[in-house]
């Protein structure tokens, strides 16, 4: 935790894997503070080009003709994650990468991970660490791959982790 206990809480969805290659079409972000929500970000992006991926985010090329580019959110994006420790699935190796490719600034905030908090705390308890088997575990609304949802889910799944972890310490 960093000293002001100000958590962001994101997700983001793409138009692939690679951020050389893919673009951010979608994210959002719950800022909390002692577990309580006191913002909120959400964009769609409108991507350079055509979307081939839509049967996995439901985000169409129609969905986003009106959203602004990434780079014009850019500053906004980072200045609402300034000064919190983002939190996140898979963050350090899926969203984090795409973030510091496609903004202007590499962020450079504290992260925490559940993918790697929920490897280091529930090990073999669990069939794989994913964020749907997680879900599943703890009883929680299962992610959808909306962003918006996901990160409802990560945020239920962070706070049964961080207990987890305060009962062990």
């Known amino acids: ?3 002001n206990n100000t958590l962001c809480i994101l997700d983001i969805e793409t138009t692939g ?3 050389e290659e893919s673009e951010i079409v979608e ?10 929500v006191i913002d909120e970000f959400y964009s769609l992006f ?6 081939k991926n839509s049967d996995i985010h439901g985000i169409t090329d129609y969905k986003v003709r009106n959203a602004p580019r990434i780079k014009e959110k850019s500053d906004e994006i980072t200045n609402f994650l300034s000064g919190s420790t983002l939190v996140g699935h898979n963050l350090d190796n899926f969203d984090l990468k795409f973030l510091n490719y496609h ?4 962020l450079q905030n504290n992260t925490l991970d559940t993918l790697t908090l929920s490897r280091s705390i529930l090990k073999d308890k669990v069939e794989n660490h994913k964020l749907n088997t997680l879900a599943e575990y703890f009883e929680v609304t299962p992610p959808t791959h909306s962003a918006k949802d996901d990160v409802m889910t990560t945020f239920e ?7 987890i972890m305060a009962c062990i310490e």
Not at 103 to 106: I, V
Not at 157 to 163: A, D, E, G, P, V
Request: positive net charge; charged residues 35%.
């Open 1 to 3: 935790m960093n000293k």
């Open 17 to 19: 894997f690679e951020p």
């Open 27 to 36: 994210i959002y972000i719950l800022k909390v503070q002692d577990n309580k």
């Open 46 to 51: 409108k991507p350079e080009k055509n979307i």
């Open 103 to 106: 903004l202007d600034n590499e």
């Open 157 to 163: 799944i962070y706070k049964k982790l961080y207990n």
